[in-house]
Each structure stands twice: as structure tokens, then as C-alpha cells.
């Protein structure tokens, strides 16, 4: 058992049960990622869906930055993300009103329509509206998985525990791109089974909500302080939770007194995280890791990768990617949050860096890349992949959902949430055509991006390892030399 300022707990097959099935919903969100870069670079997809960018793929002088140039095949991405930032909103309400619980299963089961509308279409308007019930499904799951396991999580493994919804992306991310791999030569539909086999975690997330617990700080919020306490001593495997009771009870008093969650965002406490929390779902998106992940098929054919060699590529960078975040998990905790970032941030530079300037002077707009340029790429990817795993994959979701005040913390979530299916949506809409205007300077713009945020964590953003979510404004915001002065 540990002991950590009167939180007392011990690690219990249900509550690692509860961790693990709840984490599925980063599991879905995960596999969509992967799925649609391989299933857009899919002959039999394209033939059916946009038969313009097929026709281009086979002319064979097409410039490699251009082929899969299309705003409608980036939609086809993109239109998720846009329903999940809306839907993020809506989540908030469904959490707060009707519990973590509740939402997940109703983030499970409208994720289960958009599989089977994705997967049944015979036409855009389908293929489309397949899309945003996926988005509406990743709205409510993101909002909400994240704040689960934060609120059951002990404070010695909070972190580690909430970076298991990180590493279920990266498995989705992975599994999505072993089925990529053996659905491409299934044909005429490879894609039906890709896009339909996304009904298999989110049947598992419905499932597991019959076995899992709310959360004690949700129960005791919507007037069950009886069933919240017995959940608390549940999940902890001890039955002396009283400290951490009582401070539950005593911020979900405080939240009671705040009226409109959305408004009181602007009040000094929540401004830090809310600030924070934006920063960092920006900074994720714009170190250039989605337009590789979505596209990463459609990249390596750029690249002059020919037959299988873009899955098999994608595969092998979707491995590094769960296995770098493991890593997140053992030193999260251990090293701290701030690290983790500043350091990822020297070694992504370098990757992206070396990646345009070996495409500028090795690629040309119809040639390809020879054996050795192309295995360099690759293992850079894969470094680069490696960084960002460990780091603002995991965290951006980590640090928003443990440091805001409980009084607003669904409500600034859902814009921690829906900036990052914003600016995802912006960078699945617009890689394929910034790749054909800009070509290798793609990766010089994402390197300038990741030199900010770099310095933005320097001297931004407080450590918060080991400090309790209910104590963050006093020992953290308070505390750091920007922000205190708002207070």
C-alpha cells in the first residue's frame, strides 16, 4: 500500500481493469488515425470515391509533392475532426450532467454508427456523414476518457495513468496500419473492412462501461457523496480514504458555488490551465506528427516508396510509436512533465530538420529517393516519432486534464479538446496541399514550430508531477513566476 500526504491506495486488478477498458476510447481514436491515411492511398477507395486523384496517382510523371493534392480527399480526413471540436462542447455537458460513465457510452456507441455508415457507403454523402458520427464519437470520448482516469487515477501514478489513453492511440495507430497492410490486397473492398473494423474497440469501450466504476469525484458532484465514497474506497483497495474524501467533498462544494463553468474560465484561477491547455493542443499539432501519422502511406509513396513499402513503413513507425510511449509511462512520474517536453523538442528539431533537407536536395517533383536516402527517412521518422511519444503525444492530454480547478475542469477540457480537433482538422485539410506548394520547406515550417514551443515550455509551463489535482492553483500556478502575478 502507499501512502502519499494521507492519499492512501493500492493497486487492484478492478481499478487496473477500469484503467485499461476505459483507455479503449483512445483506442478508437487511435485506429481512426491510422486507418484513413491507408485506406485514402487504396486503389479500390479511390476508383470509387475520387476518381480524379486515382487518375493522377497512375500518370506516371505526376509530381510526387502533387498527386494526392484534393480537398475533398483531405475532407475526408479532416470532416471527423470538425464534428468531434463541436461535439467536445456537448461532451463537457454530458460529463459534468450525467457522469464519465455515461458519456463513454454514448462515445462507444456513436462511434459504432459511423464504423458501420463508413464502411457500408456507396457514395460521399455517406462516406462523409460515416465520418462525422466518428467525430462525434471521438468528441465525446476524448473529452472524457482522459478526465477518467485523471479523477481515479492515485496521485503517485497519475500520470502514468492517464498516458495510457496515449498508448492505446498509438496501438490503435498500430493496429489500424497491420489491417491497412492486409486489406490492400483484398479487393474490391480492402476499405469497407479497414473503416468497418473500428466497431471492435468501440464495442469493447460499451462493454467495459457495464464493468467500471464512475468516477468519486463525478458521483460526489451530482449528489451521490454515499456511492462516491464507496466507489473512492473501491478503487483505491483501502478502506481508510477519508483525507481524500474530504477533499473531493470540499472542491465539489466550491464547484457547486460556480453557476456557468464557460464563464468562470476567465476567472485568474483557470486562466493558467486554460492558456496552457490551448498552447499545448496547438504546439501537439504543429510539430507535424498527425501529418505524418494520417498521411504516412501517402508520405512514403511521396518519398518514392513503391508496392507494399509505404504500409510496411507505416507499420514499423506505428511500432516505435507505442513502444516510445511506454517509456512515457515508467518516467512521466519520475522525471517530470517539463523535461520530457524541452527534450523531445531538441530531438524532433533535428529530425525534421535533416528530413527537408535530405528530401531537397535527394527528391525531386518526379524521381524518387534512392535505397539509402529512403532508409534514412525512415529511421528519421522514426527518431522523430520516438520524441514526440514520450512527450507531447502522451502530455497534451495529461497536463490539461490535471490542472484545472474541478469547477471548470470539463468545461476547459472541452477547449483543450476541441483546439486540438481544430487544428488537427486544419492540418488533415491542408498537409496534402501544403506538401505540393511548399514540397521539402513542409518540414522546415514544422521545425520553426517546434523551436517555439520549445521555448513556450521553458518558460511557460510549471512541473506538476507529484502535486494533487485539487491543490494545483496553490502549488503550481501560484507559485510559478508568469502566472502568479494573476493572482
Sequence with gaps: MTVIEGHNSKITVYVVSCWILAAFGGLMFGYDIGISGGVSAMDDFLILFFGNVYER?????????????????????????????????????????????????????????????????HNKKILILGRILFGVGIGFGNETVPLFLTEVAPIQHRGAVNILFQLFITIGILIANLVNFITVNIHPNGWRISLGSAVVPAAILFIGTFVISDTPMSLVARGKPEKGKTTLKKIRGVTDVDVEYEEIVASCEQAKQVKHAFRNLTQPSSIPPLVIAIMLQ????????????????????????????????????????????????????????????????????????????????????????????????????????????????????????ETFPLETRTAGFAFAVSTNMLFTAIIAQAFLTTLCFMQAYTFFFFSAWIFVMGLCAIFFLPETKGIPIDAMVERAWKKHPVWKKLF
Design 282 to 401: 496547438i504546439f501537439q499539432q504543429f510539430t507535424g506528427i498527425n501529418a505524418i501519422m494520417f498521411y504516412a502511406p501517402v508520405l512514403f509513396q511521396t518519398m518514392g516508396f513503391k508496392g507494399s513499402g509505404p504500409l510496411i513503413s507505416a507499420v514499423v513507425t506505428g511500432l516505435v510509436n507505442v513502444l516510445s510511449t511506454c517509456v512515457a509511462i515508467i518516467a512521466v512520474d519520475k522525471v517530470g512533465r517539463k523535461k520530457l517536453l524541452i527534450q523531445s523538442c531538441c530531438q524532433m528539431l533535428i529530425c525534421q530538420m535533416a528530413i527537408g533537407f535530405i528530401l531537397l536536395k535527394n527528391l525531386s517533383e518526379t524521381g524518387g529517393l534512392d535505397k539509402t536516402m529512403a532508409v534514412i527517412v525512415v529511421l528519421l521518422v522514426c527518431t522523430y516519432v520516438m520524441a514526440f511519444a514520450w512527450s507531447w503525444g502522451p502530455l497534451g492530454w495529461l497536463i490539461p486534464s
Design 57 to 121: 496517382k497512375k500518370t506516371a510523371k505526376e509530381n510526387n509533392y502533387c498527386k494526392y493534392d484534393d480537398q475533398f480527399l483531405q475532407l475526408f480526413t479532416s470532416s471527423l475532426y470538425l464534428s468531434a471540436l463541436v461535439a467536445s462542447f456537448f461532451a463537457s455537458k454530458a460529463a459534468t450532467k450525467l457522469g464519465r460513465k455515461i458519456t463513454m457510452m454514448m462515445a462507444s456507441l456513436i462511434f459504432i454508427a459511423g464504423a458501420v455508415s463508413s464502411a457500408a457507403a
